[in-house]
């Protein structure tokens, strides 16, 4: 599973998250924008994914042995996960309302 790069979720990124979605609002709205917003997001996920799945590994082979590190990687690799899912959820809500407008 390659999802590709995020390097922290915490309050400081959750604050640059919302005013880069308050700038997206008032500078650039057009589709390609949003899409290349959601193609960011899921190269950050991916890496995030990638990050924990090597961590496991340094884990499982002796190379590491601070349980908190292995803990709040996995953690910051679920969140952007589960964050990721969510959005692709109301993305697909909204693809299907739109095919489902008469024209």
């Given at each position: ?7 922290g979720?915490?309050s400081s ?5 919302a005013i880069e ?7 650039d709205t057009s589709?390609?924008s ?5 193609k960011?997001m899921?190269?950050?996920?991916s ?12 884990f499982?082979l ?7 590190d292995l803990?709040?990687?996995?953690e910051?690799a679920d969140?952007a996960?589960?964050?990721t899912?969510?959005?692709?959820d109301r ?8 095919m489902?407008?008469?024209?």
């Amino acid at each position: 599973m390659d999802i590709a790069s995020l390097t922290g979720i915490d309050s400081s990124y959750i604050k640059n998250a919302a005013i880069e979605n308050q700038n997206l609002k008032t500078e650039d709205t057009s589709f390609s924008s949003v899409l290349q917003s959601a193609k960011d997001m899921l190269n950050e996920t991916s890496s995030l994914q990638n990050q924990a799945e090597e961590a496991e590994m340094q884990f499982m082979l002796g190379y590491a042995t601070n349980t908190h590190d292995l803990q709040n990687i996995q953690e910051k690799a679920d969140i952007a996960l589960n964050y990721t899912i969510a959005v692709r959820d109301r993305m697909l809500e909204a693809y299907k309302e739109i095919m489902n407008m008469q024209i």
